[in-house]
T-cell receptor, first 114, second 112 residues
C-alpha cells in the first residue's frame, strides 16, 4: 500500500481564496482524521470520520472550514475564505479503528495564506 | 484541551547515549501511543501500550506506563543520529469514539 496520500504537498494562496486539501486513506481503514499542526498550538484534531460519516467536528475552527468524505477512498478539507491565521501544516491520517490502533499519517499539506 | 504533555521540550545527547522522554496525561485512558516526526514529514507510529500493560519493548525502544501517576516514558537506547526527530505521545481516552489527543512533543537531537 502507498500509505495515506495527501495533495497538494504545498499550497500558497492569497487571503480570501478558497483552498481544498485532499486525502486518500489506506484501503480498509475505517477511520479518517484531519489534524492541523502549528508551532503555537501543536497538533489539533479538526474532524474525524468513521465509515465515511463525520463523528466529531468540534475541532473545526469556524464555519469557513468544511470537510467531506464522499466515499471510503477520498476526503477533502476546504477553507473558504482563507485567512493568514490558517497557515499551518494539515495532516490526514487513517486507522482501522478510532483509537484502539495506531494511526498512519500522510506527509501533510503545508498551507501558506498571504 | 491538551491531554498529554511531554517533558523535556528539547533534549540533546551524543550518539550511543540513551534518551528518555516523559509524558503526563490528565484523564483515564484506554491506551497511550508514541509517534516520531522527522522534520517536514508526517508522524510515524512507534508503539502502543494499553492501560493494563506496564512495559513494552520494540527494538531499541522501551515504553513504560504508570496509570496511577498518569505518566509514560519512552526510552531510546544506544541512540543514533538518525533518531533525531520530534517525539509525541498520544492518548486514547476511555471514552468510546474519541480520537487520539497529541501532546506538543519532545525534540530530540542526537549528535555524532
Amino acid at each position: 500500500d502507498a500509505g495515506v496520500i495527501q495533495s497538494p504537498r504545498h499550497e500558497v494562496t492569497e487571503m480570501g481564496q478558497e483552498v481544498t486539501l485532499r486525502c486518500k486513506p489506506i484501503s480498509g481503514h475505517n477511520s479518517l482524521f484531519w489534524y492541523r499542526q502549528t508551532m503555537m498550538r501543536g497538533l489539533e484534531l479538526l474532524i474525524y470520520f468513521n465509515n465515511n460519516v463525520p463523528i466529531d467536528d468540534s475541532g473545526m475552527p469556524e464555519d469557513r472550514f468544511s470537510a467531506k468524505m464522499p466515499n471510503a477512498s477520498f476526503s477533502t478539507l476546504k477553507i473558504q475564505p482563507s485567512e493568514p491565521r490558517d497557515s499551518a501544516v494539515y495532516f490526514c491520517a487513517s486507522s482501522p479503528q478510532v483509537s484502539r490502533e495506531g494511526y498512519t499519517f500522510g506527509s501533510g499539506t503545508r498551507l501558506t495564506v498571504v | 484541551s491538551q491531554q498529554g504533555e511531554e517533558d523535556p521540550q528539547a533534549l540533546s545527547i551524543q550518539e550511543g547515549e540513551n534518551a528518555t522522554m516523559n509524558c503526563s496525561y490528565k484523564t483515564s485512558i484506554n491506551n497511550l501511543q508514541w509517534y516520531r516526526q522527522n522534520s517536514g514529514r508526517g508522524l510515524v507510529h512507534l508503539i502502543l501500550i494499553r492501560s493494563n500493560e506496564r512495559e513494552k519493548h520494540s527494538g531499541r525502544l522501551r515504553v513504560t506506563l504508570d496509570t496511577s501517576k498518569k505518566s509514560s516514558s519512552l526510552l531510546i537506547t544506544a541512540s543514533r543520529a538518525a533518531d533525531t526527530a520530534s517525539y509525541f505521545c498520544a492518548t486514547a481516552v476511555n471514552q468510546a469514539g474519541t480520537a487520539l489527543i497529541f501532546g506538543k512533543g519532545t525534540t530530540l537531537s542526537v549528535s555524532s
